[in-house]
């Protein structure tokens, strides 16, 4: 079975400072990966997502991520933060045979400091 | 493009009473996904349909939990009788297949057990 695992569960940075999110997933084969934001009392939104070939993927809001497949990791970043990027964000990990099932972690809330 | 859209956003039962969600999709998306939230975690998967067919409800607590998608565009997610554990967010999304990856959600319907 696929999992996510988010280790930070809270990360404070001050704004302009760099980002970097952890997601670690468990799969048998190569999966689909994907992050996703979700501010307060909104719907998730996808910021990028890592089907096949380059291992760098860009995102939208300047995030990107890389995907390192001896690691199992998937770590979401961003060189410098702004006080809008104060969010919750998850990782997700989806089969090859069915992308729509997607498996989440449970979130990393995002605190940015003035 | 409209989004996904859900309705009610909010809503307070006292266990016991019914409870239902309805969700919208986007126009031209076959695939429609509920997912619950509980606080602190990430989406978990309900139920998932291809058109109006449910092809993945392994997750959906049948004894109490139904869904239908009568003609392949908005869907209704019935609770009928409320726990208090049924505290949540149910998240609905949409995407055009799934194998296209991108999950596109609404912005929940938050739901209070008393």
């Known amino acids: 079975a696929q999992s996510v695992t988010q280790p930070d569960i809270h990360i404070t940075v001050s704004e302009g400072a760099s980002l970097e999110l952890r997601c670690n997933y468990s799969?048998?084969?190569?999966?689909?990966l994907f992050w996703y934001v979700q501010s307060p009392g909104q719907g998730l939104q996808l910021l990028l997502k890592?089907?096949?070939?380059?291992?760098l993927v860009q995102g939208i809001k300047g995030f990107e991520a890389e995907f390192k497949r001896s690691q199992s990791s998937f770590n979401l970043r961003k060189p410098s933060v702004h006080w809008s990027d104060a969010a919750e964000y998850f990782c997700?990990?989806?089969?090859?045979?069915?992308?729509?099932?997607?498996?989440f972690g449970d979130g990393t809330t995002l605190t940015v400091k003035p | 493009e409209a989004g996904v859209v859900q309705s009610p956003r909010y809503k307070i039962i006292e266990k016991k009473q019914p409870v239902a969600f309805w969700c919208n999709p986007i126009?031209?998306?076959?695939?429609l996904y509920w997912y619950l939230q509980n606080l602190g975690q990430g989406p978990e998967l309900l139920i998932r349909?291809?058109?109006?067919?449910?092809?993945?409800d392994s997750q959906l607590p049948k004894d109490r939990f139904s869904a239908e998608r009568l003609k392949g565009v908005d869907s209704t997610l019935k609770i009928q009788p409320a726990e208090l554990g049924d505290s949540a967010v149910y998240l609905c999304?949409?995407?055009?297949?799934?194998?296209?990856?991108?999950?596109?959600f609404g912005e929940g319907s938050r739901l209070t057990v008393l």
């Open positions: 799969y048998g084969a190569t999966p689909y």
């Open positions: 349909y291809e058109n109006e067919e449910a092809v993945d």
């Open positions: 997700a990990v989806g089969a090859r045979t069915n992308a729509g099932k997607s498996t």
């Open positions: 126009s031209g998306h076959n695939t």
């Open positions: 890592y089907f096949s070939g380059d291992t």
């Open positions: 999304a949409s995407s055009q297949g799934a194998f296209s990856g991108e999950l596109f």
